[in-house]
């Protein structure tokens, strides 16, 4: 099978690697100085296993279609990145193994054949050409918005051969759903109080405030029609106690200075909240709160303060 990685930064790499380490045909798409390290002494994968993996990479979009394209910007770059390859995802299998909501209907916006996924795996891009395998979790995939094929099955293979625990779903848009609804809680009180996730659950106000959060995004997925295979409050339980010691994603983008993908996690579930007629206060505030902590951080990042 051949496959491209359209996106290669943190997690891509670590599902590249992998892939290419288990003779997968992988090319990783991504960006200078990454791509160039990669292509000068390899992708090292370290954390987990310690490993230096030969793998293709490359900053262009290749003219030939490959078997999968795995897709694994940042949300807010999923358009961008569909489009600048939309010759060679039309019509062809393109696994989301990111965040957020609708990035696999994108997918389909631009013809490709869409497979959601997420996935609990953990990775940071150290420096170029170096990913840390932080922590290791399970992926899940499934044909988007449901079902699945014997294409997703072999998939999920691969991916089992390679390292990466991967189970399908017939319903991975209801797995999409409650992540992003356990995203909206966390991510949100852990960025714009600077904790780590254990501490919500351990303060009992910031307990309550984020049981609210995943009370109102279960509200409005269940409005839209979205079913759960695990309610999201048992798995925003489980989170916390599995990524107690973790600062979260949106965290870590704020400290760098990085634009977060809070308007495709809390900003969809307020969207998707309108076209029910539900109100979404508590996702709104914290939206709100975010994005003023993204202009405010610049803002004093600027000022050198
Ligand atoms: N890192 C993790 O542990 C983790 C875990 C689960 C889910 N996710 C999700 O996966 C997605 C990616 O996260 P990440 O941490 O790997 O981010 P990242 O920023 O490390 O990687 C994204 C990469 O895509 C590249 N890119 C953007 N537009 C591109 C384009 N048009 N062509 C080629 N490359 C392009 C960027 O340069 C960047 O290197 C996010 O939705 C994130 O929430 C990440
Ligand atoms: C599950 C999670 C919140 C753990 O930190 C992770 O999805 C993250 O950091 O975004």
Redesign the pocket.
Known sequence: MKVYI???????SLFGGLLAKAGVDVLL???DP?VKSIGERGLVIKGIINEEIRVNAT?SIPKEKPDLIIL????Y?TE??LN?AKDIVRETWVLS????IGNEDKILRVGGKAIGGI???????KEPGIVEW?GKGITIIGLYPQGHNEFVEEVAELFNKAGLETHTSDNIIGWIWAKAIVNSAINTIGSILEIKNGLIKDNQYLLSAAMEVIKEGCRIALQNGIEFEVPPMELFFQTLEQTKDNYN?MLQDLWRGKRT?IDYISGKIVEYGKYVNLEAPMNSLLWALVKAKEELRNNVWRKGK
């Open positions: 359209l996106g290669a930064g943190a997690i891509g798409i991504g960006r990454h900053t694994s910007t940042k949300a770059s961008d990145a600048s193994i990111q965040n957020g996935t609990t795996n953990g990775a940071i891009l932080k994603s993908e």
